[in-house]
């Protein structure tokens, strides 16, 4: 981002942020790497953060150094750990991100036990609805966005997915949502990909279509859709 100084000087902003998941010896040399090559290209400074959402205790790559007769070179950059967070305070924090870390948290501790899994990415969709129950317009992104990130997170067997999804849907913040068309739906993946044929009559007719493969109830998918209930029957 370009901002302005108090003093009326220009200054740019250059924030590289790399998302690490997994132990690699070489990692600090790509950080490395990719700074000198964004200094190559902007001549600016850069503020580099690497977001490390690995489950182990002891990868903290937080510098490169490199050394040969006399020449040395060392470059640090900041690093955000995700298993040092402490989950209590995610769960207070007021931090839209805080929530994507937990989830990442959960990913890590969840990885072969499906039911776990579940039972983590429920609460989850959960907290995003109650933290958000009437969202403003500016809001509505973020929102779907940040459901959409728990969802390919901590992806479920089909029918944990199909149980998940009657589950949230039918709750009583989701149908809340859902009364006002002007809301944006929050549903997952298929559901998020149709409604961007919204006003269109065929965009819900397939959005009333997925709902009803989901097992939603007629009455619902109406409110949702504002597609006569008759019409849908017919679906």
């Given amino acids: 981002m370009k901002v302005f ?11 590289h942020i790399e998302v690490q998941g997994d132990y690699d010896p070489g990692f600090s040399k790509r950080m490395f790497q990719y700074c000198y090559r964004i200094f190559d290209k902007y001549n600016q400074d850069i503020c580099a953060i690497a977001l490390l959402t690995d489950g182990t205790k002891s990868f903290r790559p937080n510098k490169y150094h490199r050394s040969y007769h006399g ?6 950059y900041n690093i955000y750990k995700f298993s040092d967070q402490d989950e209590n ?10 929530l994507a870390v937990l989830a990442g948290k959960f990913a890590n501790e969840a ?12 609460k989850l969709i959960k907290l995003v609805l109650q933290k958000n129950n009437n969202p403003q317009e500016e ?10 990130f728990i969802d390919y997170l901590l992806q479920l067997p ?3 997915t199909q149980k998940l999804r009657n589950e949230i849907i039918l709750s009583k913040e989701m ?4 009364l006002d068309r002007k809301n944006l739906p929050l549903t997952f993946g298929e559901l998020m990909k149709l409604e961007r044929d919204e006003g269109k009559e065929e965009g819900k ?19 949702l859709t504002d597609l006569p209930e008759d019409e849908i029957r017919k679906l």
């Fill in 71 to 76: 020449t040395e070179l060392i470059y640090k």
């Fill in 158 to 160: 089909k029918e944990l």
């Fill in 205 to 223: 007719r397939k959005v009333a279509r997925r709902m009803l493969i989901e097992g939603l109830p007629v009455e619902m998918i109406a409110k």
């Fill in 139 to 148: 809001q509505r992104i973020y929102i779907s966005t940040l459901i959409y």
């Fill in 89 to 98: 305070q995610l769960l207070l924090s007021s931090n839209p991100f805080a």
């Fill in 111 to 122: 990885k072969t036990d499906d039911e776990k899994r579940y039972r983590f990415k429920r």
């Fill in 5 to 15: 100084l108090k003093n009326g000087e220009e200054k740019w902003i250059l924030i």
């Fill in 175 to 178: 149908e809340t949502m859902y």
